[in-house]
Structures are given as C-alpha cells and as structure tokens.
C-alpha cells in the first residue's frame, strides 16, 4: 500500500515537473502562444467532457460544438457576439443529445469550456499596457496571470497535503470522499502565504507598482458621536492576500463540482491521459470555475 501510494506521488510530481513549467513559459510568452495553449487543453478537455459523459455515438459532434464555442470565446471581441454564439452552440448541442441520459450537462460544456478557459485568455489581455492603463515597463500581464495559477496551484497542494496528514471532518463526504476541512484550511493557507511572498517579491524585489492601480488605496471607518475614525493604508501583500483567500475557495468549488459531474456520470477521473492526475479536467477544474470570477474583479472592481 505505501509503495503503491510511494509510487502514485511520484506519477504526480513527475507530470508536474512538466506541466507547471510550459505553462509558465507560455504565459511569459504571452499572445499568440497562450491563446495555442488554451485551444490545446479546450480540445483534450472537450474530447474528456463529450466522452465521459456521452452513451452515443455523436461524442464527435459535442467536441467539434464545444471547439467552436471556444474559439469564438477566445478570439472575438465583441461580448454580446460570443455569448450569442454560445447561446446557439448551446441549443445546437442540446438538440442533438435528446437521446443522452445526461443531455444537459453535455450542453453545460459548452459555456463551462468556452468562458473557463477564454477567461483565462482575457485575464491575461485585461493587463496589456498597450490600452494605457498599466506600466510598459512592467509584464503585468504574465506576473497577474502567474499569480492567479499560484493560487489554485497552492490551493490544490495544500489541501493534498494537509487533508491527506491531517484528515478529520469531511468537507463534502456525498461529493468528494476524500475531501476535508482540514485539507480546506491548509490550502487556504497556503495560497496566502504563497500571494504574500509572491507579492512582496513583486513589490519590494522589482519594484513594480502595483499599489498605483488598485482602487482599494485605504480603508476607513467613522463614528461620529464618539469621534472616532480609523484608516487603514492597504498594504499590496495583504490585500492579495485576502483575495487569494476568496480564490482559493472559488477553486475548491470548482473542484467540488468537477467530482459531482464525474459522481454522475460514474467515473473515477474524468480520463488517463496524465499520469497520476487523471485528466486534464481534473487538473483545470479550479482554474476555469475561478477565471470568470477573478476576470470580473481585475476588469471591474480591481
């Protein structure tokens, strides 16, 4: 038993050794090289969705609908366009799988592809200092969508590594067995201290100016009958901190949700295709529930 759980880390950290760093080079790399990269995973992620939980044998024709989808998502420009076309997409598919026992959770696929993974794109674009918004200087685009992948990265191994030491109350024991509190906690943790040093390295190391685009410059609070006022000057460590906190928890969602589909349609992983993760699926689950989320605050809150 310990040999063959010896034996499965090993799988684990070997295909991380190779994934984390093509991942990082892409995004260094920046367009077109991420936008390749995201068509790559959409098309192993959409052939993973359409067979895991298709029974026909139209499993082809969900992918190709799930490839246009993403496309559009990824590479067009105008917002009501693309959620028109996925909206049609949508409906295209639905129609199609009238016979399938799980007929709209293969229609889901279309917008959980498409919007999780172009989001990801969009983040990335969202801090292109060519608009007039940030710095030329600095690479705003590759250190904020690193950034984001550290946090559900930590978020993934904290919570192995803790909830698999510590155990304790189950999280959601009817979705995900293994899943605990503990393991929660500890990724919780993890993803702030990683957002802290990654921060402080950013701030204090580089010198990049992440102070000057944040809307969040203080903190005050007022009570006028006893005179009182507090303010507090946000400090850029901490304050990612804290929103790391609130990706940390949209990851293990998306994570969450990912077991209750696999729980439906009566799989383990949702394929073979990486050793010792299972399928990419079960590797960007985190990823693509948390990319809309955290592309609305860069873009209309942040």
Known sequence: ????????????????IVMIPIAIETLYMGSPYIEALAIIVGGLLAWEWA?????????SSYVTAYMMGLSVAV???????????LAIISFFVWVIA????????????????SIGLATLVWIYLSFDPSEGNFDPRYNYSFVMTLWFFLIVWSMDIGGLVVG???RGPKLAPKISPNKTWSGLCGGILLAMSVSIIFMYFCTQVMEIPFYDFSKFRYISFSFKPMHLRYEWNV???????????????????GDLIESAIKRVAGVKDSSKLIPGHGG???RVDGLIFASPFVYLFFVYIL
């Open 164 to 166: 698999c030491n510590l």
């Open 280 to 282: 990419v699926f079960d």
């Open 75 to 85: 590479w067009g420009n105008n917002p009501p366009l693309i959620f028109s076309m």
């Open 1 to 16: 038993m310990v040999s063959r759980k010896f034996g499965a880390i090993t799988k684990r950290v070997l295909a991380a």
């Open 235 to 253: 400090n850029s460590q901490m304050f990612y901190a804290v929103v790391a906190v609130f990706i940390a928890i949209l990851a293990q969602i």
């Open 98 to 113: 009238y016979k399938e026992k799980h007929r709209a959770l293969i229609t889901l696929g279309v917008p959980y592809i």
């Open 51 to 59: 067979n895991m939980l298709s029974s026909s044998h139209t499993s």
